[in-house]
């Protein structure tokens, strides 16, 4: 899903604008690749590290699912972990010189960082490590912005690159409020696992319950963000307005009422399904701004 939204940035969103809008873009075809491979090599890196660290926890919430020491040893886990953060930040020094903006490697190290440290720290403290992970989901979606537009701004184009660069922010901030709210249903699946291996996430702490009501107000305030976007924006654009609301903004209802009414395990998985299913489709809809500019 990254490497599709990344993909998606580059290629529906920002090159289809370049002969009627004049957006310029900084990487060629293969510089972008380069791009994407870097941000997927962290984000598998935290993926692996992230299991290293919940082992205890996945013991009693997903069994079935446990891939260190079953399939590879924790030792090879962590080495993997290493070369693919290694790569990851390598590739992003290399680009970041590329551009001419070398300050730009800090986003990649940082997200390094960040995985890491939520896998092994901030994921049990009360809200911070939702908050970081899915701000380095944000991140992932805001740094094609970044690297192809921000390196190439001038004083005739700034308007137009901050047109897009603003649109691509939007999406990130979309992208960080699903990624929360998953986030904390997660949790909430997960809590008999978290409480025993004495993790203290937000349902730990204040209970299943409120846990529960706080997702649904995010999903409430997300949902008429959403809205909001859609009629200030897109009202005018019959296409994309259905679209948005077949596939953005009613699934977001569902997952609301959903949320109000859940109780069991299984309920939790199939509203984290939703919302993985809510990501994807808003994303898709940078495809229809070819309809909307």
Partial sequence: MIALVQYLIKYALLLSFTESHGVITTLNHFHFALLVLATLLIAAGGYIINDIYDLQTDAINKPEKIIINKKISEKDGFSIFMALNIIGVGLGFYLSNYVGTSALFVIFFTS??????????????????????????????????????????????????????????????????????????????????????????????????????????????????????????????????????????????????????AEQKSQYQHISFILKLVMLTGMLSLALYKFVI
Avoid: H
């Fill in 112 to 261: 390094s960082a960040l995985l890491y440290i939520y896998a092994s720290a901030l994921k049990q403290m009360l809200l911070i490590g939702n908050i970081v992970v899915s701000a380095v989901v944000a991140l992932a979606i805001l740094t094609v912005g970044i690297f192809e537009l921000f390196p190439v701004i001038n004083y005739e184009n700034r308007g137009v690159q901050m047109l897009f660069l603003n649109i691509i922010r939007d999406y990130a901030i979309f992208a960080f409020l699903i990624s929360l709210i998953r986030e904390i249903v997660k949790d909430i699946e997960d809590i008999d696992g978290d409480y025993k291996a004495g993790m203290k996430t937000l349902p730990v702490v204040i209970g299943r319950e409120r846990a529960n009501k706080t997702a649904f107000i995010l999903s409430i305030l997300t949902l008429l963000s959403v809205i909001y976007y859609v009629i200030t924006y897109l009202f005018k654009q019959q296409l994309v307005l259905g679209y948005f609301l077949i596939f953005v903004i009613a699934p977001l209802i569902y997952v609301c009422i959903k949320l109000f009414n």
